[in-house]
């Protein structure tokens, strides 16, 4: 945990701050499909936002979908306040190969920029190397790098500043 | 930007959808019925429209016939949550560009989206290149790549503001309408009015009377004062289409006008000054009218102060391919059939045709061809009625007991026949007024 906020501070350019673990909602899980609904924990998470947070990021080792796609690895209230990533489908043992920690943190990483990136506002990027780009699968992460194409940089930068500087946190009354 | 809308009864699945297409950077809008989905594409025309099979009402094959009407291009893509083979088939055969079952994996909507953008944009490029292309060849609605044309379109654009007369000479069908209407439009007139007058068409005094007006009781019939064409012509331009064939008596009144700006109404005895752009036109040759007498001299020159000559399609044969896509795209359109294109053999022989009626009978070739084109695309085979004109050439071997009004009957019959029976344009074709070709019919006895 402490390698990805890490990367969120230097990446992204705000300060991190780690709350207690926390155990995601029952009514998440989607028991015909053995996996867990990202959308009903990105409500969980607006809901115990903590007032002063700037933006959310909820990191579980679930595998997480959504109704109409089979899974996803991560999910963000674009131009909101909340985001989630899954590690499940980032280890290789998924995929029946040897464990690697190292290889799954960077994964993560690069997953949970993505997902924030959104947040501010970021769309998909077409340029593979962009952690914006999209990733269908494992293979599409491991060619992205865990930073931004300049585009996504500078845009993202002003949207950093901006709400840093706004005291008032908006993004809270979006529903999803 | 590209739009999407989502149709789905089901909310969790059109915003979970909805949801990761914009973040994807779309747009997205979503519908919770099929109507309310036929609805929305009433108002805004959506790149790609994801719609559900089972929804309650109308179902997702009836909600996409209805945006196929909307929107005959549409990408519909239908997604269900019950795999069969049969619905799948269904779906497809109804015009679904993808069929998906959900949940779906996010690997194969984002190749389907990519896809339909990517065709999407390829077919945008295309438009705009054709309009390029079409720009670059097309000056007032005529098409050419023909340097004598260029030539003359910058012609156009350098005497279009002058006051001066414009003689156009050229064959019947060359396109001299439309470069008359070019001259106005490219003119400082092209506000004011553009009145077009066909001098061929009419008798002497009724043309007399169509070109200056005329007083009230100047003749039997003329109850009220009328205007004529210089009067509503004033401040704009006066095209006077066949002047060819003009009585004397009317060459010594236009003379007047041309030379005064002012004439006499018909049956008037007060001057009225005009402030009119004169064009005219004629498929004759003047100067041979000049030489035997036919034509006044004076009219001639004060009417050929610039001179527009325009060659003959048989000597531009680099325009037919254009000529063809255009007028197969307008007529195909018009006649509400789709006629996609034309084959290399049927280009070929396009251009073996000797057209003597020119782009008016290339006009009128192509659109008999897709009149009677079945497959989409038209062929050497749906142009077989052309081969008609290599059999009257042999016609044309005049046997040693043939008169002068025989072969002059026999031409008229098979000008009218391939015009239709169209007078006008017959008797462009074969080079005489229209009302001398009603003469001739009527001392032929031959009807139209
Ligand atoms: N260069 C051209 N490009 C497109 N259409 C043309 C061209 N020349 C002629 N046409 C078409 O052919 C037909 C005959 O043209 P028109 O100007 O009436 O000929 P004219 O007056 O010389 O007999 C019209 O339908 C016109 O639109
Ligand atoms: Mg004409
Ligand atoms: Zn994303
Ligand atoms: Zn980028």
Redesign the pocket.
Known sequence: METIAECIENIIGAPVHMLEDLDEPMEAFVEKRNQWDSSVILRALIDMAPPDALRVLGVTSRDLCVPVLTFVFGQAQLDGLVSIISTARLKPEFYGLSASPDLTLERACKESIHELGHTFGLVHCGDRSCAMSLSTHVGDVDIKKAEFCRGCRSFLRDRVTAALADESRPGREKQL | MWKILVVDDELIMRESLAAWLMEDGYTVDTAASGQEGVELAKKTEYTIYFVDLKMPGIDGIETMTQIHKLHPDAAVIIITAFATVDTAITAMKEGAQEYVVKPCSPQEISLIVERIIHLENLERENKILRKKLNDRYTFH????KNPKMHELFALVNDVASLKSTVLIQ?E???????IAKAIHQSSDRSEQRYVAISCAALAETLLESELFGHERGAFTGAVNQSKGKFETADGGTLFL?EIGGISPKLQVDLLRVLQERSFYRVGGSKEVSVNVRVIA?T?ADLMTAVRDGSFREDLYYRLNVINIH?PPLRDRLE?IPL?VR?FIERISFELGKSVSGVTDGAIARLMNHQWPGN??EL?NSIERAIVTCHDGVLTEESLSFLDGDQGEEEGAMIPGDMSLADLELRAIKATLGRTSGNVKEAA?ILGIDRSTLYDKLKRYNLRR
Request: net charge negative; proline share 0%; aromatic share 0%.
């Open positions: 609605d005529i098409i050419s050229g019947s069908g060359t396109g001299k309408d439309l289409d036109a498929n325009i325009d000529l255009h782009v008016r006009e462009s």
